[in-house]
Each structure stands twice: as structure tokens, then as C-alpha cells.
């Protein structure tokens, strides 16, 4: 499935098209925050209808992205689980890091929606 931004490969991770950068990664780092659209677009080299888009789209289609969120918490929390060899350097991450980060994701995706049901942006439309 591709639409002129966003495009949703086989591993169905969607994603801006024709790069790789996720359009979770993209929620995560814009809602909750005080970084503009324009600012993270200038700062990735991203047409500002590129961010847009993708928040949009992660707006439009909140169950799947908390379903993303929930894989990647769960990601984390097996490589904090994980029993490394000896001398190979695990993340240093805990349960307490996979929590703050499940609730910072949450809350970043529950800001997108809530500003794209306030303000909206219709210029891309629905599929």
C-alpha cells in the first residue's frame, strides 16, 4: 500500500515513501513536544507534506499505531530480559526504561490524535 507519503512495506512497519524513516518515529519525536513540523522536516532533509502526511496518517490510525508501540515496548523488554554471552554488552535497559518508554510513546500518539481532531489537515485526504 503506498499513497503519495506513505507507504507501508512488507513488514508492515509504514513508513514516509521512498525513505526509512517510520511513521512512528515521526509521532514519537513530534507529539508532546514543542518541535514544529517544519523544524523536524528541515532537520531530515523531508518535504513538510512528507511529515504531515505521516502524522496524519498515524492520527487516522491510532489502533495500529498503539499496536506498533506495544511491539516495540515488547522488543525492548526481551533484550532487557536477554542473558548476553559473557564479555557481549547488552542495552542497558530495564523494566522501568521499557515502562517510561510505553508511556512516553502513548502519550505522544494520544497528542498527534488529539491535535489532528482538533485542528485537522485535510489536504491529503483518506484512502
Known sequence: MVNAHVEVPEDGEPRI???RISVLSVALQIGGTDVTIEEYADERDLEVADVT???AWAANREEWMASL???RALGMQEMADR???EGVAG???DTED???FHRRAQRALADIVEDWRR???TRFGEE
Request: net charge negative; proline share 10%.
Open 91 to 93: 542495552p542497558e535497559l
Open 69 to 71: 508501540i506495544e511491539e
Open 119 to 121: 485542528y485537522g489537515d
Open 17 to 19: 515513501a521512498g525513505r
Open 83 to 85: 542473558d548476553y554471552p
Open 53 to 55: 502526511a505521516a502524522l
Open 98 to 100: 521499557v515502562a517510561d
